[in-house]
């Protein structure tokens, strides 16, 4: 199972980003994928947003209305919509397969900054 971030970086206050995650190794069509953040020096992870094979998605309270989470199964890619980022959202960004609770495989991350 291999999960590959990409799409972060530094942006603005008011700001957006889209993350991506290119999966292989496993059915991807069929798994339930979420992505989560690490705040700075915070040891947990938090559930973000998450979406089922079929598209259903489900969010967390801490970004809901400023996060969508789609995926392509074609491509086997899962992403990450993210608008009017504030300092709070800094954090490194993780793909996970599974969620919101149970997680079976994590990409490396995606370091995301807020900062004017």
């Known amino acids: 199972v291999q999960l590959v971030e990409s799409g972060g970086g530094l942006v603005e206050p008011g700001g957006s980003l889209r993350l991506s995650c290119a999966a292989s190794g496993f059915t991807f069509n069929t798994a339930g994928m979420s992505w989560a953040r690490q705040l700075p020096g915070e040891r947990r992870i938090d559930w973000v947003a998450g979406i089922q094979g079929d598209g259903r998605t489900k969010y967390a309270g801490s970004m809901k209305g400023r996060v969508t989470i789609s995926r392509d199964n074609a491509k086997k890619m899962v992403y990450l919509q993210m608008n009017n980022l504030n300092f709070d959202d800094t954090a490194v960004y993780y793909c996970?397969?599974?969620?919101?609770?149970?997680?079976?495989?994590w990409g490396q991350g995606t370091q995301v900054n807020v900062s004017s």
């Open positions: 996970a397969r599974g969620g919101p609770t149970d997680f079976g495989s």
